[in-house]
Each structure stands twice: as C-alpha cells, then as structure tokens.
C-alpha cells in the first residue's frame, strides 16, 4: 500500500534551516507530482511546494526561502527551508497527486490522494 513517512521536523531558531525529508513506497514514485503541505494549530492545511521531474511550483509565502526537490532513485522527496520564521511553525505533510496532475488546483487538499503523518517544525523566536 501507499506509504509516504515524513522525517527531519524539529526545533529550529528563527533565521536556521530544517531540511525534511518524504520517502515513499508501495507506488511507481517517479511517475508521480509530489507536494508538501503545512497546517498550524487552528488554520486550514496550507501548499507549499510540489514538483514533477522538472517541474516545481511554490506558494507565494515560501518562495525564495523553500526549495523542493527529489532523488527517484531514493523514492525520496525533499523540503530545504531556509531563513525559517516563528510563522513557519507547523506540521508539514508530504503529499501525492493523482496521476493526471491537478495543474489548475494543485494548492488544494482535495487535490491530493495521499497524505504522511506528518512532522513537527517548530520555529522559535
């Protein structure tokens, strides 16, 4: 089956980066976008980054700090945050797309097919 585990989250101060880390299985990874989502305490699930092979799309609020990538020979996703900020506290979620990629509604949850558990960020200030 789908598995998709999360790791890397942590304790951060604020200006520090956190690079997290999704490895998949139970699927043909190269075959699919792939996408990290946050939610904090209270707020809606939030986009973040996804990527193709080539192809990576990124919210307004993260560009220029996050930087999404993958090794498909790892069947592994990555998430290098840079200059975090006490906002950026939150659970982060890898995510998969269907295989027909939602390229008009990707930021939206409902998009996605499959979730992790997710990791913990905390930034402090």
């Known amino acids: 089956q789908v598995q998709l585990v999360e790791s890397g989250g942590g304790l951060v101060q604020a200006g520090g980066s956190l690079r997290l880390s999704c490895a998949a299985s139970?699927?043909?990874?190269?075959?699919?976008?792939m996408g990290w989502f946050r939610q904090a305490p209270g707020k809606e699930r939030e986009f973040l980054a996804a990527?193709?092979?080539?192809?990576?799309y990124y919210a307004d609020s993260v560009k220029g700090r996050f930087t999404v990538s993958r090794d498909n020979a790892k069947n592994t996703m990555y998430l290098q945050m840079n200059s975090l900020k006490p906002e950026d506290t939150a659970g982060y979620y890898c995510?998969?797309?269907?295989?027909?990629?939602?390229?008009?509604?990707?930021?939206?949850?409902?998009?996605?097919?499959?979730w992790g558990q997710g990791t913990q960020v905390t930034v402090s200030s």
């Open positions: 139970g699927f043909t990874f190269r075959n699919y976008y």
């Open positions: 990527i193709s092979g080539g192809t990576t």
């Open positions: 995510a998969r797309y269907p295989n027909l990629f939602p390229s008009s509604r990707y930021y939206s949850p409902d998009s996605v097919i499959a």
